[in-house]
């Protein structure tokens, strides 16, 4: 779930103070299952962690889900019972469990408390979702949830090398959204160390018709979260009116050759 926080710094120089910005972090809500592909069906777990992947932490704050479910086969199931606490150090975060017996896929997918950035001035509002396919059936993967802003994806979200590329359309109700942002960062287990800032969050931005595409170059598992401006605001903590960023996120797994 990425929201980005902007921070300053001071910095002298002769009688001049001279303010520059660091770069934005862009925090994400991961929703990751213990497989993409249940070769033979059986039991998923999924963790619920609100964190910056590529940075790998620290772990923040996530209250618990406003809403967590799973459609598969075209049926909808509420999974917000299944949620069980599962704390990292001071933050709390989630995990549950579903069992998926039948072939097909299954979309999960949560939404957060709505949480306010004071930064930006805005509450922001991300929804997530991940393709889990049981049986690796092929089937059903573009099945959407129905939520205010969704990625519904072009390229099949399971399976896929490292190197393939992954399409999809941002929507907003039944529209696409034109030239929608969209961030992208890699859950980093440490193998990695980026050169600068600017590797962490790769930034890309959707066509006219509301599509894009990225290659995903590393194993492992890719957020990819479309930021759009709601069409009501929310009442912040502070008691006034402030615009909402609601977002699109989805999560993609990419397999290494010979794994």
């Known amino acids: 779930m990425p929201l980005r926080v902007a921070r300053t710094f001071a910095l002298g120089c002769l009688p001049a103070l001279w303010l520059a910005a660091a770069p934005a972090q862009a925090h ?33 704050q996530l209250d618990r889900p406003a809403a967590v479910g799973m459609v598969a086969g075209g049926v909808a199931t509420d999974l917000s019972a299944a949620l069980a606490e599962a704390p990292q150090g001071d ?18 997918w949560a939404t957060p408390q709505p949480y306010w950035e004071p930064a930006e001035g805005k509450m922001i ?42 399409s999809g359309v941002v929507m907003k109700g039944d529209a696409p959204v034109p030239f929608a942002e969209i961030e992208v960062e890699w859950v980093n287990e440490g193998s990695l160390s980026a050169p600068n800032d ?29 930021l759009t401006e709601a069409d009501a605001p929310m009442t912040a903590p502070t008691g006034e009116q402030v615009p ?16």
């Open 91 to 108: 933050a709390m975060a989630w995990t549950l469990r579903a069992d998926l017996p039948e072939p097909g896929a299954a979309v999960f």
């Open 28 to 60: 994400f809500l991961e929703l990751l299952p213990s497989a993409d592909v249940l070769p033979e069906g059986g039991r998923v777990t999924l963790d619920l962690t609100f964190t910056h992947p590529f940075e790998g932490g620290p772990v923040m």
């Open 125 to 166: 509002v991300h929804h997530a979702k991940v393709v889990v396919d049981s049986w690796a059936s092929g089937e059903g993967w573009d099945q959407m949830i129905g939520l205010p802003v969704e990625i519904r994806p072009l390229t099949r979200p399971t399976g896929l090398w490292a190197g393939n590329l992954f």
């Open 198 to 226: 600017a590797f962490v969050t790769q930034v890309i931005t959707a066509d006219a018709n509301g599509t894009f595409s990225y290659a995903m170059p590393l194993a492992g598992w890719w957020g990819f979260a479309a």
């Open 244 to 259: 909402v960023e609601e977002g699109a996120l989805i999560w993609v797994h990419a397999t290494a050759p010979g794994r």
